[in-house]
C-alpha cells in the first residue's frame, strides 16, 4: 500500500506515525516550524527566485515576522513566483491540461506545450505594456486557454482577475471595471444546454465599459462563432516569438483578485498574494487531497468561483487538470460521470446539487461507468447532506472517500474537510485543516465542543487576503472579518459567520450562515440542517427557509421550496416534511407553513439569498438588492409581494 502525502509529510516534520490530531495540534501551535516544513516539503525553495539577503533562515521571523491579524508577515525576505511552481513540472512528460466541452470536443495541452504556450503569451503581454502590478481582466468559460492566459499574467507580476461569460456584461464590469483592466481576455461562445451561445456582443460591450485597454485577446472555441474583424485572435498571442520566465515577487506581491457575491452592494475586490496562495493550496490540494503526479483532478466550476483557482492548484502539484465547459445535466445528470470515466479522473470535485441531481434520476455511477479510477469525491457550494453520503456509497463507491470542504472566497481555500487515512462520517467534514486555528465558540467566547457557535479563526493563514481593492485605510477589510464583540474585547480573531459544532473527535458540522441565523424562542437553528432533511423528499427539488422578524415580536418561519415534475404541494406533503422535521431535528425546527414557489434566487455562484430576501420578507427598507448578482432577479418581485401581502 502506497504511504500517502500527508503520512510523508508528518514523516519529514518528525512526527511520524503520531496521527492527524496530533499533526494538527503541532501545526497551530507552531504556525511558523509548520508552514517552513511545507515549504520544505514542497522544495518551493528550489524554484523560488533571488532570496532577498541571505536563504530562507532556521529563525521564526524568517517564516513569520508579525502574527498579527489583520496584517500578519510571511516570509518577509523571500521572493517568489506562483507559475515557477507550475513549471517545476515543466521536464515531465504527458498532459497538463485536457479541455472537455459540452458536445465532447476535447483537447490536450502537454506540461512542454503548456510552459511554451505561457511564456511566449508573457511575451505578447509584456510588449502590450503589461508589467507588475497591472491588472490582466478575463471574461471566459473554464476552458484550457483561461488557465494560459493565467499564468502568462502571473509570471510577469501582473494581477489576473476573472468572470464566466454566463454574466451581462453590466454585471462583469461591475467586478473587472472597478480593477481598470490593461488587457481583455474573452471568447467568442460556448455551448451550454445544447445551444451555441454567441458572446461577441456581449464582449464588445463590456470591452466599452472598461476604459483604457490596451488590448482585447479572443478565444475561438472549435465550431464556436467567429471573431470579429479588428481583434487581437489568442492563438496568434501564443505564437508570438519573445519569451518571457517568471519574475520574481516578494510573497505577499498580489496574485489575483476574486470578488464576493455584491448582492447588497459593490462586490468587494479580494486581494491574496502568490507566496500564500502557493502554500496554502499546495497543503489542501497536495497534502489533504493527495494529488500529485500521475492524478488526474477535475473540480467542475465557473471562473467565478473560487474553486476555478482552487482547480488551477492541481498543476502545483504535477496532477493533470480536466477544464469542463457547459452544464453538467445535459443531456441529462449523466454527463459528469461519463467524463469521470473517459478521462480517467482520479479526484472529482462537485457540487451537493450536482449528487442530489444524480440521486434523483436514479443514476447508479458505479454500476453504469468503469470509475476505478477514482479515489476521492469532493464536495463544496454548501453543506453536503448526510443522505448522499450515503447515495454515494450505495450507488458509487462504498470504498471511496468523501471530502466534504467547507473555506471561502476570502482565503481561496478550505477551513476544514476530508483528509487521507482520516475516517468519513456521513454529514460531517472530517478535520479542521492543518494550519487552520479553528474553533466554535459561544458568545463569551468560551471554545465549545459538540455544541452550535460561531465560527473563528484565530491564528493568521497565509492566505488571508493582502488587502481589499480600492481599501487604503484597511476599514473595509477589517469590518468584513474583525469588526465584531471579540474585537473590542481584546480578541482579534476571524469571524467566518457560520454557525458550526466541533465533535469530541475533531470533525465538523456545518449548521448555515450565523447572519442567517433561524431563532425561534431563543434557540438557534441552522438552515443546512432543515435543508438536508426536506431536500431528501422525492417531491423536492430545492428548499429556502427563512426566520422573519415581524412587528409587535411576531415571527414568521416559512419554508418555501420548489417541486419536481409532477409533484402537488397539497396537505399531505406539507404533513409529511413537518414530521420528517420534527423526528430528525426537533419540534422547534418544523416550519409555520410550506409554500410552493416558482424559484429561489441564488447568487452567480449558487449561494441561496437567505440574507436579503428575509430582509425583504421582512419590509426593511434598507435592502439594496443588486440585480447583476441575482441568477433570476424576477424572483425578487415575488418575494416582495409575498412578504407585502403576508398577514401578520
Known amino acids: 500500500m502506497s504511504t500517502s502525502q500527508i503520512e510523508k509529510f508528518a514523516e519529514s516534520a518528525g512526527l511520524a506515525g503520531a496521527g492527524y490530531d496530533a499533526l494538527w495540534q503541532w501545526s497551530v501551535d507552531n504556525p511558523a516550524a509548520f508552514w517552513r516544513a511545507v515549504w520544505d516539503f514542497f522544495g518551493v525553495s528550489e524554484r523560488a527566485a533571488d532570496a532577498v539577503g541571505n536563504p530562507l533562515g532556521p529563525n521564526d521571523s524568517d517564516v513569520l515576522a508579525d502574527a498579527s491579524m489583520p496584517g500578519a508577515r510571511w516570509f518577509p525576505r523571500m521572493r517568489l513566483n506562483y507559475v515557477d511552481q507550475v513549471l517545476a513540472h515543466d521536464g515531465r512528460p504527458g498532459t497538463a491540461i485536457v479541455g472537455v466541452a459540452e458536445d465532447g470536443e476535447r483537447g490536450e495541452l502537454s506540461w512542454s506545450g503548456l510552459a511554451d504556450q505561457v511564456s511566449r503569451l508573457a511575451g505578447t503581454l509584456e510588449d502590450l505594456g503589461v508589467g507588475e502590478g497591472d491588472v490582466v481582466a478575463a471574461y471566459l468559460p473554464d476552458v484550457p486557454e483561461t488557465v494560459v492566459a493565467f499564468l502568462a499574467t502571473a509570471t510577469l507580476g501582473a494581477l489576473w482577475s476573472g468572470c464566466g461569460q454566463d454574466y451581462a456584461p453590466e454585471g462583469a464590469a461591475a467586478r473587472l471595471g472597478q480593477l481598470r483592466p490593461k488587457v481583455l481576455f474573452t471568447s467568442t461562445g460556448y455551448r451550454f444546454n445544447g445551444k451555441l451561445v454567441d458572446k461577441n456582443a456581449d464582449n464588445a460591450e463590456l470591452a466599452g465599459l472598461l476604459p483604457g485597454l490596451a488590448a482585447h485577446i479572443v478565444v475561438t472555441p472549435v465550431d464556436g462563432p467567429p471573431a470579429p474583424a479588428g481583434v487581437r485572435d489568442f492563438a496568434g498571442a501564443v505564437a508570438g516569438d519573445k519569451q518571457v520566465t517568471p519574475r520574481p515577487v516578494a510573497f505577499d506581491h498580489p496574485l489575483w483578485v476574486l470578488f464576493s457575491s455584491g448582492t447588497t452592494g459593490k462586490p468587494k475586490g479580494i486581494v491574496h498574494g502568490h507566496g500564500g496562495v502557493v502554500l496554502e493550496h499546495l ?38 487538470i480536466v477544464t469542463y465547459s457547459g452544464s453538467p445535466l445535459y443531456p441529462d445528470a449523466d454527463r459528469l460521470w461519463q467524463l469521470l470515466e473517459s478521462e480517467h479522473v482520479t479526484y472529482f470535485g462537485t457540487s451537493p446539487g450536482q449528487l442530489r441531481a444524480s440521486q434523483k434520476a436514479g443514476l447508479v455511477p458505479g454500476r453504469d461507468h468503469d470509475l476505478s479510477s477514482l479515489r476521492t469525491l469532493g464536495s463544496t457550494g454548501s453543506t453536503l447532506a448526510a443522505d448522499l453520503f450515503d447515495w454515494v456509497d450505495a450507488n458509487v463507491s462504498a470504498e471511496l472517500p468523501i471530502s466534504s470542504i467547507s473555506g471561502g472566497t476570502d482565503v481561496v481555500s478550505a477551513f476544514a474537510g476530508g483528509s487521507t487515512g482520516v475516517p468519513v462520517v456521513a454529514g460531517e467534514l472530517s478535520v479542521r485543516y492543518l494550519g487552520v486555528a479553528l474553533d466554535s465558540w459561544a458568545p463569551d467566547r468560551t471554545p465549545l465542543v459538540g455544541e452550535v457557535g460561531e465560527m473563528v479563526i484565530t491564528a493568521p493563514m497565509p492566505s488571508m487576503p493582502v488587502h481589499f481593492w480600492d481599501d487604503t485605510d484597511g476599514k473595509r477589510y477589517h469590518g468584513a472579518y474583525f469588526d465584531h464583540e471579540w474585537d473590542a474585547a481584546g480578541d482579534v480573531v476571524w469571524r467566518h459567520g457560520d454557525w458550526v459544532t466541533v465533535t469530541d473527535r475533531g470533525s465538523l458540522v456545518i449548521h448555515g450562515r450565523s447572519d442567517a441565523t433561524l431563532n425561534r424562542h431563543g434557540i438557534r437553528m441552522g438552515s443546512a440542517d432543515i435543508y438536508e432533511v426536506v431536500e431528501g423528499f422525492d417531491e423536492i427539488t430545492e428548499a429556502f427557509v427563512l426566520g422573519v422578524d415581524g412587528p409587535d415580536g411576531k415571527y414568521w418561519m416559512p419554508l418555501f421550496v420548489t417541486l419536481a415534475e409532477g409533484a402537488v404541494a397539497d396537505d399531505d406533503l406539507s404533513k409529511r416534511i413537518a414530521a420528517e422535521i420534527r423526528t430528525r431535528l426537533s419540534p422547534r425546527h418544523v416550519p409555520d407553513e410550506v409554500i410552493a414557489v416558482p424559484g429561489i434566487p441564488h447568487t452567480r455562484t449558487g449561494k441561496k439569498l437567505e440574507v436579503p430576501v428575509t430582509a425583504i420578507l421582512a419590509g426593511r427598507s434598507e435592502v439594496n438588492l443588486d440585480p447583476r448578482s441575482v441568477d433570476d432577479y424576477s424572483l425578487i418581485d415575488f418575494y416582495t409581494r409575498l412578504g407585502r401581502d403576508h398577514a401578520w
Open 283 to 320: 497543503k489542501a490540494a497536495g497534502l489533504h487531497g493527495d494529488l500529485g503526479e500521475g492524478d488526474i483532478f477535475f473540480w467542475h466550476t465557473a471562473l467565478s468561483w473560487m474553486m476555478w483557482n482552487f482547480q488551477v492548484a492541481g498543476l502545483l502539484t504535477g496532477a493533470t
